[in-house]
């Protein structure tokens, strides 16, 4: 099945209903970009072990940290924490 998608500004696109569908793909997913000589391949990667091993969009980090019951210094660690697993 072939789809024409335009690009958009920086450089974004806007991945069909039918293809999302087809491919299962879901809002966070990975895509693999390999380059050919003639063009792009898109395919959607599974991470292993899951969700649990995907990086944490900042949404989800506010999320997290924006508790009533979180002191300053558990946010400071939890930010220290994150940090130190970048290495």
């Known amino acids: 099945m072939a789809t024409l998608i335009r690009v958009k500004d920086k450089f974004q696109i806007t991945i ?3 293809l999302r569908t087809a491919t299962a793909l879901q809002l966070g997913d ?3 970009a ?3 000589e003639d063009g792009i391949l898109l395919r ?3 991470l292993a072990g899951g969700a649990a091993s ?4 900042i ?3 506010l999320h997290e940290t ?3 019951s979180r002191t300053r210094q558990d946010i400071d660690a939890s930010v220290a924490d994150d940090r ?4």
């Open 16 to 18: 069909p209903l039918a």
């Open 54 to 57: 995907k990086p944490k969009g």
């Open 84 to 87: 130190a697993s970048w290495a």
């Open 34 to 36: 390999t380059q050919f």
């Open 59 to 61: 949404v989800d980090f």
């Open 66 to 68: 924006r508790s009533l």
């Open 44 to 46: 959607p990667q599974r």
């Open 30 to 32: 990975y895509l693999e």
